[in-house]
């Protein structure tokens, strides 16, 4: 089970979490709805980095990091598509690449989840 902090820096979702009420009770509602909504994977690579970050298991610094990024543009694309309620597609033109508009965004949102992640444990 993930903690307070875990789920809030993975999520993005803020609330008062002394689990003691009820608006705890919304608080890990909608942290499991968003993890629910996750892919497997993403959910699997997020458990993995943890798991290195807490030195449970060995990943060199290089495999750690790209799957930090790896989890970092997942939760920013689910952010971005979850901000402005159309599918991915939507956003990228016929070659992938981000219309300017969301790919703004999305890079704010990618510095904002890389933060929250780096500085969970600290």
Same mark, same amino acid.
């Given at each position: 089970?993930?903690?307070?902090? +875990?789920?809030? @820096? $993975?999520?993005?979702? /803020?609330? #008062?979490?002394?689990?003691?009420?009820? %608006?705890? *009770?919304?608080?890990?509602?909608?942290?499991?709805?968003?993890?629910?909504?996750?892919?497997?994977?993403?959910?699997?690579?997020?458990?993995?980095?943890?798991?290195? +970050?807490?030195? @449970? $298991?060995?990943?060199? /610094?290089? #495999?750690?990091?790209?799957?930090?990024? %790896?989890? *970092?543009?997942?939760?920013?694309?689910?952010?971005?598509?979850?901000?402005?309620?159309?599918?991915?597609?939507?956003?990228?033109?016929?070659?992938?690449?981000?219309? +300017?508009?969301?790919?703004?965004?999305?890079?704010?949102?990618?510095?904002?989840?890389?933060?929250?992640?780096?500085?969970?444990?600290?």
């Amino acid at each position: 089970m993930l903690s307070f902090n +875990e789920l809030e @820096n $993975i999520t993005g979702i /803020e609330q #008062d979490r002394d689990a003691n009420n009820d %608006e705890d *009770v919304l608080f890990i509602e909608a942290c499991n709805q968003f993890w629910q909504k996750l892919p497997e994977s993403d959910r699997k690579n997020i458990y993995q980095w943890l798991q290195a +970050e807490a030195g @449970n $298991i060995n990943l060199c /610094e290089d #495999d750690k990091h790209s799957l930090l990024m %790896e989890i *970092v543009c997942e939760l920013s694309d689910t952010a971005l598509v979850s901000e402005y309620g159309i599918p991915l597609d939507d956003m990228t033109d016929e070659d992938g690449s981000f219309y +300017e508009k969301y790919q703004d965004r999305f890079n704010d949102l990618y510095d904002e989840i890389e933060e929250r992640l780096l500085t969970m444990n600290k």
